[in-house]
């Protein structure tokens, strides 16, 4: 699904934090969004999300104009830093998420069918959590509240609930950086190598260069609201096309 931003502009009071932003993303590609904090990254993702309409501009998934379609029906799977489980809810029921259980919910009410329905879509809704739960190695803690679990498998909790879902791409804001160093490193191979499992397009924030290097095929340096480049890691190192990206891309995580 290709996913283009055009013209995207958006002020609140009188800061204009987002100033005519353009940026068009392939299927499958794994693109960041990297620049200092305040930069307006969020904003923009926000409004790829469907969380924030936008004063000026589009947004398209696959041709179809979504600028004022609501967050739910764009199939789009944001991941949030600060991972947003149900506390009460286990793993496994976190990542059958409300969604799904309203769907199972209204089939259940059918006359006649409806019961029958229900049970072989909650049978192939368990079947699908448990092979995101492999992928993500985190099989055996379904049953785990989420303050059972370390920072590291929460994160990957959150990441299995969004997989269930079959978004056409995954939105991440700093999923990573409430985790320690260690565990932030080991987790970038672990969302490339996610990346290249799924083959979905991922659109990534964050604020640290060097997440934005290992990790994605074309990097966006952002700053004042605007994209000053936008390509392939090594090309945006090795010839920046500012004073102000080499500054940003050069300077120490
Ligand atoms: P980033 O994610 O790059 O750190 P944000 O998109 O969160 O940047 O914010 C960009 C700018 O917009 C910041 O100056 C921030 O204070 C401001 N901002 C973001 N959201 C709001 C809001 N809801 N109301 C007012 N100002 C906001
Ligand atoms: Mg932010």
Same mark, same amino acid.
């Given at each position: ?38 930069? $307006?990254?969020?904003?923009? !993702?926000? %409004?790829?999300?469907? =969380?924030? #309409?936008?004063? *000026? ?73 448990? $092979?995101?739960?492999?992928? !993500?190695? %985190?099989?055996?803690? =379904?049953? #785990?509240?989420? *303050? ?106």
């Amino acid at each position: 699904m290709q996913i283009s931003l055009s013209g995207i502009a958006k002020s609140f009071g009188t800061t204009a934090v987002l100033k005519g932003v353009d940026l068009t993303v392939a299927a499958g590609e794994f693109v960041t969004l990297v620049g200092p904090s305040g930069c $307006g990254k969020s904003t923009l !993702l926000r %409004i790829l999300a469907g =969380l924030e #309409r936008p004063d *000026g501009g589009r947004v398209e998934i696959d041709g179809r104009d979504v600028t004022a379609v609501r967050p739910a029906d764009r199939n789009l799977a944001m991941v949030f830093q600060s991972y947003a489980l149900y506390p009460h809810l286990s793993v496994e029921e976190n990542m059958m998420t409300p969604l799904k259980l309203r769907d199972l919910t209204r089939l259940q009410r059918l006359p006649l069918v409806g019961p029958l329905l229900a049970r072989q879509r909650y049978r192939a809704l368990r079947r699908q959590v448990r $092979g995101a739960a492999e992928t !993500l190695k %985190i099989e055996d803690l =379904l049953s #785990r509240k989420p *303050g059972q679990l370390s920072g590291g498998q929460r994160q990957r909790a959150a990441l299995g609930r969004a997989m269930v879902r079959n978004p056409v791409a995954f939105l991440m804001d700093e999923p990573l950086s409430n985790l320690d160093a260690a565990l932030r490193v080991h987790m970038r191979s672990e969302l490339s190598q996610l990346h290249r499992r799924l083959a979905t397009t991922f659109i990534y924030v964050t604020h640290d260069q060097a997440e934005a290097l290992t990790m994605s095929d074309r990097m966006a340096v952002m700053m004042h609201g605007a994209i000053l480049q936008l390509g392939p890691p090594d090309e945006i190192y090795n010839s920046p096309a500012s004073v102000e990206v080499a500054r940003f891309v050069g300077s120490p995580a």
